[in-house]
């Protein structure tokens, strides 16, 4: 009876590890779904332009007519705008964002002729405020304003030296 007993609970802990084993994970099912991969900047961006990087779930996938769509919605019902990748690129630069949240995701075809389409991302644009940039143009322009007399009085007392010398 101990016999049985014990087989009886190897078969139920078999059992579990199956079960949990067979279960689909939405990682493991993510990254079967998508032959391409796009990763981008994760924090805020000041500027209104970043690097996407792009990648190929198998490194002998030569990708053909790569495009980086963006768009307002997760969804894409409305692709705002396209770039193209021009050359054989796996880092873009992307330039030319408003603030703004945009969704992002490549699209590419192999030699063979099939479509790829990456996992999309969020990039989320907010620019330097205006008073902020306003005040470095005023101090930039201060300390140019400051140079140019300097060198203005100097060059003034130079010429005014070599003209009448003092004994």
Known sequence: MTKNKKSFNYCYILFLFCFIGFLPTPTLANESAHQLTIEGPTSVIKEGYFNVSVSAKSEQQKLDKLTIEVATDASFTESQKQFPALGDFSTISLTGFSNGSYHLRAKAETKSGESLVSNVIQ?????????????????GLIIFVAVVTTLLLLHRKWTHSRHHPHD
């Not at 644009?125 to 005040?135: D, F, G, I, S």
């Open 123 to 139: 990039v989320t644009v907010k620019h330097y405020p205006l008073w902020q940039a306003l005040t470095l143009f005023f101090i």
